[in-house]
């Protein structure tokens, strides 16, 4: 009975660690590893400028939140691999002990199998029978006694070649779980590097705090721009449904099919760019330098390479393409209920009207000579509420 005890448990431990817990947490570490190369890349194209701007603190900051996580998403891999390890110890331990009582039943087997055929044979104890009946059940009491024998004999082996298994997962497992925490004593000192360049670099910028207030003056007029248009659009679709007596946007079949396919793709929307790093989230949150002053992001800024295009990241039609005071071309993308927008964007090549398909080019990012950025501000809106674009695209 021990034996399929520990045979289910043996089961489990496979499951386990071949499970989805320790893959999930390696596929995210990998995604991290390749984030932080990217921040890595954008940051040593900016130390080609020796000035010190507020989106490279972003970054900075950003390539910090990332390794923090790398550093977390090790701690619990290490913690994975110890419950395995633990596990192994145990299963090994048992199955060692299960194996010394098998040996020892085999060999009291053997033992008494030996001493009864020293006083009849086999033969003469099937011939001494008193029936036939009686005969018949001696010979099946010999073949399984027999086959028991033999299954004891394979049992034994297997476990054998089990256990042999199992030190030898144990000991990858713990050659693995002795990588992990080197990497993550590196991590740890990469991490500490960083947060000591991160707290010169505030306090560089700190002295620089009325140019940073003007360009936030600058940005937040862009911003209202922005919100204007897209509103003069939301009221249009709005009037257009009240002359049919409806509410909402008006749309045709097609607009609905669309709507209803970006609705249920969401968290799966491809990214507006090929490549880049969110560098400012959704919603209401203090200024990273700016002591005191909050502000307001109605979508995301994705900070990328220079000369990188931002694309659509559904199919729909172009809304509107026009000119942002001082912040380049904007377009904005409908899908159905759905809004996307696009701006800081120059060399569009798109127009109001036209069908785009997803991940269609519809322009090159602008980069700012000044700031040392290249920066998409992306924001996604259903009808007129705006939504954090984190919860739509992939991750």
Do not use: C
């Amino acid at each position: 009975m021990k034996i399929f005890l520990l045979l289910s448990v043996f089961l489990l431990v496979v499951v386990l660690t071949n499970g989805q817990s320790l893959d999930e947490l390696r596929k995210k570490k990998e995604k991290t590893n390749e984030q932080i190369k990217y921040t890595t890349k954008l940051l040593e194209e900016a130390k080609k400028s020796e000035k010190q701007t507020l989106n490279k603190y972003k970054i900075l900051n950003r390539q910090i939140e990332l390794r923090t996580n790398l550093i977390t998403g090790i701690n619990s891999e290490v913690g994975v691999l110890g419950e395995f390890i633990d596990q192994n110890v145990w299963l090994v331990g048992s199955l060692n002990a299960d194996l010394e009582e098998l040996k020892k039943e085999y060999a009291n087997m053997i033992l008494f199998a030996q001493k009864n055929q020293t006083n009849y044979s086999k033969i003469l104890f099937v011939l001494s029978a008193n029936s036939f009946n009686q005969a018949y059940k001696r010979i099946m009491y010999l073949k399984q006694y027999t086959e028991y024998r033999k299954k004891q004999s394979e049992l034994i082996q297997w476990i054998r070649d089990l256990v042999q298994v199992k030190v030898g997962r144990l000991q990858q497992q713990r050659t693995e779980k002795e990588t992990l925490l080197q990497a993550k004593k590196r991590e740890a000192d990469q991490l500490n590097k960083e947060k000591k360049q991160q707290g010169k670099n505030l306090a560089t910028l700190q002295q620089k705090q009325k140019d940073i207030e003007k360009k936030l003056r600058k940005q937040q007029k862009i911003d209202t721009q922005l919100s204007h248009e897209i509103q003069q659009i939301i009221d249009e679709e709005v009037n257009k449904a009240k002359k049919s007596g409806k509410t909402g946007f008006e749309m045709t079949p097609e607009q609905k099919l669309v709507s209803g396919q970006f609705e249920q793709n969401k968290r799966r929307i491809p990214w507006p760019v090929d490549r880049g790093v969110i560098t400012d989230h959704f919603g209401i949150h203090e200024h990273p330098v700016l002591k005191n002053i909050q502000v307001k992001n109605n979508g995301v800024d994705i900070s990328t390479a220079q000369g990188t295009n931002a694309r659509s990241v559904f199919a729909g039609e172009v809304s509107r393409v026009f000119v942002v005071s001082g912040g380049n071309y904007a377009v904005i993308i409908r899908h159905g209920k759905y809004l996307s927008v696009y701006s800081n964007l120059v060399n569009v090549q798109v127009k109001s009207g036209d069908k785009v398909s997803v991940k269609q080019t519809i322009g090159t990012i602008g980069t700012d000579g000044d700031d040392d950025k290249t920066v998409l501000k992306f924001q996604i809106w259903n009808e007129n509420v705006k939504l954090n674009p984190e919860d739509w695209i992939a991750r």
